[in-house]
């Protein structure tokens, strides 16, 4: 766990509650975290959700791990150690965005279970929904998309400790939902994920 650094610090609390985010959005926030390969599908899939729950009327922000590496996190690296802070930073913001009463779709590859474990227990401590959601792709399918060129360029030897070829992926052991995009096309994918967020009860 990360240390806390600031001293003379206090919590704050509000006086708005859950009851009243509800009766205000509509809705509940829930976190709906995306793990899975470079090129798995998390990014595509989660830009269509994010479209349909908008079109549906309901609050919902996407995370994507290469955008956020643009600004809140563009100090951090590859390592495991970096990746491990990425993380972290991001299921805060995941769980504010939820708290919020956000529906916060996170799309990261968050390659170790015991990062994504840490997110969802910071979720459990405050109350809020958190899914996990394995975009299962095998490798080889993966790396036949290589949309960005990167799995090439590991191949290559251009880019070091990539996840897949020579740095570990971690497969979830019990995601709450498991989607297989070397076997479903965009569309039934989608669908599963929406039926999914329908099942939560999270819409007033």
């Not at 805060?92 to 919020?100: G, Q, R």
């Not at 956000?102 to 958190?130: K, M, W």
């Not at 994918?189 to 099942?199: G, S």
């Amino acid at each position: 766990m990360t240390e806390q650094v600031a001293t003379n610090i206090t919590w704050h609390e509000g006086t708005v509650t859950p009851e009243e985010r509800l009766k205000n959005m509509g809705q509940k926030g829930a976190t709906f975290w995306f793990t899975g390969l470079s090129g798995s599908g998390k990014s595509t899939i989660a830009v269509a959700v994010e479209q349909v729950l908008l079109n549906r009327g309901h609050h919902a922000y996407r995370l994507d791990g290469d955008n956020i590496r643009m600004g809140l996190n563009k100090n951090l690296g590859f390592s495991p150690e970096d990746r491990t802070e990425n993380i972290r930073r991001i299921g805060e913001v995941s769980k504010l965005f939820a708290d919020a009463g956000v529906l916060s779709i996170a799309s990261f590859i968050s390659p170790y279970t015991e990062d994504r474990d840490q997110v969802r227990a910071l979720h459990a401590e405050n109350g809020v929904p958190f899914f996990e959601c394995y975009i299962d792709c095998s490798l080889e399918a993966a790396e036949e998309r290589d949309p960005k060129g990167l799995y090439k360029k590991a191949r290559s030897g251009e880019i070091k400790g990539f996840t897949g070829i020579d740095a570990p992926y971690e497969e979830p052991a019990n995601a709450e939902l498991h989607i297989k995009t070397h076997e479903d096309d965009l569309e039934t994918c989608v669908a599963k994920v929406i039926d999914f967020i329908d099942e939560q009860n999270l819409f007033a």
